[in-house]
Nanobody
């Protein structure tokens, strides 16, 4: 079982930046595809970004492409989400997720382990 702990959320004004981190344990990190999802009040959980085991394949939701950057540090067992040019509509709880041995992972059902989430609030 993979354990995931997110950090870095908070309150930010529109146009600002935040960086989320997700530390993992319980399984060799380099075997995990990693992803970020978010869920706003009253809405379904939506895909934000994912990255393959060695970082060679990266996918973004259209709504964040060009503003958010996903990256990973396999030596630190950590995945990051750099969020720039934040908008009010980015307000949500952000979840880190792990997909062991996945080739391509972009939907919630691709991921078997989830963190508790971290709140991101963007004021306009």
């Amino acid at each position: 079982q993979v354990q995931l702990v997110e950090s870095g959320g908070g309150l930010m004004q529109a146009g600002g930046s935040l960086r989320l981190s997700c530390a993992t344990s319980g399984r060799t990190f380099s075997t995990l595809a990693m992803g970020w999802f978010r869920q706003a009040p009253g809405k379904e959980r939506e895909f934000v970004a994912s990255i393959s085991q060695r970082g060679g394949r990266i996918y973004y939701a259209t709504s964040v492409k060009g503003r958010f950057t996903i990256s990973r540090d396999n030596a630190k067992n950590t995945v990051y989400l750099q969020m720039n040019s934040l908008k009010a509509e980015d307000t949500a709880v952000y979840y880190c997720a792990a997909a062991p041995d996945a080739v391509m992972a972009t939907t919630p059902t691709d991921f078997s382990s989830w963190g508790q989430g971290t709140q991101v609030t963007v004021s306009s």
